[in-house]
């Protein structure tokens, strides 16, 4: 356990100079080895020789350990740091809190950056796809800024692979099945092939999905959640849909419903690094199509909930860093102030993901790191 220090002024500054003094000396240490805590605590008592208090609770609980948070090497090794902010939870898209990640784990929990999704549904012809990829290759998208998802319907996957110009835009599925490779499983999609396709992303459980159409069942939350293992398990990176009907909204059982279908998924995911490949979509099922829209504050109070459930239920980490994106009727003219919620990082998209609207949702979501 890191220990809490002194919220003043002066401590806020130590904590701010001593992440600058690890940042300055990571380029030394590719050519004089590992930066160690011993020289991260000289270097600090070099600046603030007043401080020995401090700095000695920094030697005593920075000691390097190997972690299982990280999907390199067991050999990995977290440095953690005191913490010398009050501790209150950090605000923003994900601030850097109480440690500082090696180079194994930097690229897994980097800050929380714009995401938005656009799912095409049962939409499209060839001509009409033609002219949303022509939008796509026009949209001024920085992957630094905000990261774009389009899921068109499978048959025409291949068409936007290979029209699709903007390095800034990727592809998903908008489904896919518990299968895992190849067999006797007639209509279904594995995400073996969807990885052999260069398909990065898949979209699952979604409330049209899991409701059932054509008189097909709906799929289960534990079904959803062996969608989501497999794909997990191929490489994929998944946008998880969860979301309460307006009677159950209306009952007071959102709540509920969520953290039902959120631990049909944890229970799969064993690591929680795993979750870094998650991008959660809160979709009410009453705003879907039905130009209905949850208002900017019961979206941000709902997406607070879910970020609470992660951190009882996972870690304190990954409930910080695990993007929340809200679907349902989005629209450009509402985008911006549904995106201004501090736990809404972006958005689910619909039916304005076939339009130029799509563009200015994109833009609404932007985010300065």
């Known amino acids: ?206 409330s049209e999905r899991r409701a059932g159409f054509g008189g097909q069942p709906g799929e289960s939350n534990e079904v959803v959640a062996r969608k989501v293992r497999a794909a997990l398990d191929e490489g994929l990176k998944v946008i998880l849909c969860v979301g309460e009907t307006l009677e159950q909204r209306e009952s007071g059982a959102t709540q509920n419903v969520l953290s039902e279908q959120l631990e049909a998924v944890r229970k799969v995911m064993p690591n929680d690094t795993e979750w870094q490949s998650i991008v959660i979509a809160y979709e009410p099922v009453w705003a879907i199509g039905t130009g209905k829209t949850a208002t900017p504050a019961l979206a941000q109070d709902t997406h607070r909930d879910i970020r609470r459930w992660l951190a009882r239920s996972v870690s304190p980490e990954v409930a910080e860093k695990v993007r929340l994106i809200y679907g349902g009727s989005v629209k450009g003219g509402n985008a911006k102030e549904l995106f201004a919620g501090e736990d809404v990082d972006g958005f689910l998209v619909g039916g304005a993901s076939l339009t130029g609207d799509f563009s200015t949702i994109i833009d609404a979501a932007k985010t300065d790191l």
């Open 1 to 206: 356990m890191v220990p809490a220090c002194s919220s003043s002024r002066w401590g806020s500054t130590l904590w701010t100079l001593s992440v600058w003094i690890f940042v300055s000396l990571a380029p030394v240490s590719r050519s004089v080895g590992p930066v160690t805590v011993p020289t991260l605590v000289e270097a600090f008592r070099a600046f603030a020789p007043s401080s020995s208090s401090l700095v000695s609770n920094i030697s005593h609980a920075t000691e390097p350990r190997s972690t299982a948070r990280s999907s390199g090497s067991p050999q990995a090794t977290v440095v953690r740091m005191t913490r010398c902010i009050n501790s209150s939870p950090a605000r923003g898209r994900g601030r850097l809190q109480n440690r500082v990640l090696d180079s194994s784990e930097s690229s897994l929990w980097a800050a929380r950056r714009g995401f938005v999704g656009g799912n095409w549904k049962c939409n499209g012809t060839t001509e009409k796809t033609a002219e949303i990829v022509d939008m796509l290759n026009s949209s001024a998208v920085s992957l630094h800024q905000v990261e774009v998802v389009v899921a068109p319907p499978s048959l025409f996957i291949s068409q936007v692979q290979e029209t699709l110009k903007n390095p800034g835009v990727q592809v998903a599925a908008q489904d896919s099945s518990t299968q895992q490779g190849y067999g006797a499983f007639t209509g279904e999609l594995s995400p073996k092939m969807i990885k052999e396709k260069n398909v990065p992303w898949v979209v699952l459980g979604h």
